[in-house]
């Protein structure tokens, strides 16, 4: 369903990404062949970043990559849309393991696909599954778990330390929020616990709420402007 | 990778009669002026250290080197510390990120995996050259760490960030001393005072302010702003304040005052 990555338009990675075979952080990790990667010249890619896996991978303008982040294409090709900031040690995608290590290619590759549309806000030390789709303008915050085929709906935002199991479909501008006691049972689905979208934050009849379209709108705005200080301050450190 | 701590892991800042304090150059910006203005003895070699900088109060001070540090960073402004600053231990398979604009105040320990975001420094718009930078202080110090603080495998510190007047800054991260961080928590928050102890697996947001000898359980997610107000117990997620912590916590050798303890187990 999900269109594979154009064949890549923009065979190099920006000038200040060095994929070198020192960066992989985990030393012994199974060699894996090098990622086919693309991505748009604008894109801040810190050097840090660790790429592997037999599938495509292309990132998109202005999204910003921090430093210590995976992202393993080991199941399905990889798509990051445009304006993401993904935070440190996020893993997008299942990190090789030596079993299973290009074993799988081939045929369900698609389903395994990865697509993090535009604007998506992914928090540290996130794990991403394979068969994920997060659409735009979605927030995943820190220490998230998304489960295998997990979709994430636009504008959504899925809070600290929450786990989404396998196949969770996150509605769009809901917030998923809270969480019982740390036990951390997989099976457990968080519920949606309340919606705030443009229409029931005026029938819940919050005082003071803004409508949540103009609060999202001004989210946004601070995305696009910690994108911007960002680029400054992780190309700035190269060659400084 | 098997998480055991390889022989002479960590690498601790001694005092430089030990090394060859001459390969260094030394910088004179934000990292000298931003520790306690102790001044020194000037320093007999004082030709190697370059142009002494000016303390913010105007009164010239210079550091001796006599501490450093045997690891071979790109940039060693993180070493160059005066010697009460001494033997911070960190781990060789550390991640940090941006030494310009990290303080450690001494015998703070830094495990490995531990990302210490430095490079998220505040970045005025002064921050032009580096004699600007020697006057502008703290301004430059993203990440600044108490004695005896302890980071542990995989923990995350980052420098909290907020929009000011349309422009998005980062500020620093003030970690106080006798701090302890768990494993794979990640710390945005704007201050965590003395004697805090963070457990595993926590999330502090950011600009959010731990108050002094406050104790965050394990699995905590502190939500973005929150003041955990001082000798709490907060846990859950989000957080909420579920009970006081004991009026001698973090005292030494007592519950939350093994600061020292730990620092001696790391080798």
Known sequence: MEKKPPPSQLLRPPPHHRPSATQAPAAGAPRVAPAKLSADPSAIIAEQTYFCGPYPISIGRGTVIHPRVRICATEGPIKIGEGCIISEKSVIGTYPAPTNAGSEAGSHSDERAIVVSNNV??????????????????????????????????????????????????????????GGKGGGLKTRVKAQ?????????????????????????ARLMAVKRERDALSRLIVGKKRG | MPPKVAKGEYIETVPAEMVLAQAFAWPA?????????????PPPSSSLLGSPSLSPKGKPFSFS????????????????????????????????????????????IIMADAVVRGDLFR???????????????????????????????????????????????????????????????????????????????????????????????????????????SHCVVGGQPARIVGDTAIAYGVEGLEGGLSRERYRSIR
């Open chain 2, 123 to 229: 970045s005025s718009s002064s921050s032009s050259s580096q004699s600007q930078s020697s006057s502008s202080g703290n301004n430059n110090i993203a990440i600044n760490i108490g004695r005896y603080t302890f980071i542990s495998r995989s923990a995350i510190l980052r420098p909290p960030s907020r929009l000011t007047r349309g422009v998005h800054t980062y500020t620093t991260l003030h970690i106080g001393s006798h701090v302890f961080v768990g494993e794979r928590s990640v710390v945005e928050a704007a201050k965590v005072e003395d004697n805090v102890t963070i457990g595993k697996d926590c999330v502090i947001g950011s600009m959010a302010i731990l108050k002094e000898r406050c104790q965050v359980l394990d699995g905590c997610v502190v939500p973005a702003g929150m003041v955990v107000p």
């Open chain 2, 29 to 41: 910006q934000a990292t000298a002026s931003m520790f306690s203005p102790t001044p020194t003895l």
């Open chain 1, 193 to 217: 616990k309340k919606v705030i979208s443009p229409f029931a934050a005026g029938e819940m009849g919050f005082e003071g709420v803004m409508e949540g379209r103009a609060i999202e709108d």
């Open chain 2, 65 to 108: 080197p006599t501490t450093t540090d045997l690891r071979t960073w790109e940039d060693l402004s993180i070493l160059l510390t005066p010697p009460k600053e001494t033997g911070n231990k960190i781990s060789r398979r550390s991640q940090i990120h941006g030494t310009h604009h990290i303080s450690l105040g001494g015998k703070s």
């Open chain 1, 121 to 178: 806000v992914i928090g540290a030390q996130v794990m991403v599954h394979p068969g994920v789709r997060v659409h735009s303008f979605a927030v995943v915050d820190n220490q998230v778990v998304v489960g295998r085929g997990v979709d994430v709906g636009g504008h959504a935002k899925v809070c600290a330390r929450c786990e989404l199991v396998s196949g969770a479909r996150v509605k769009e501008w809901s917030v998923v929020w809270g």
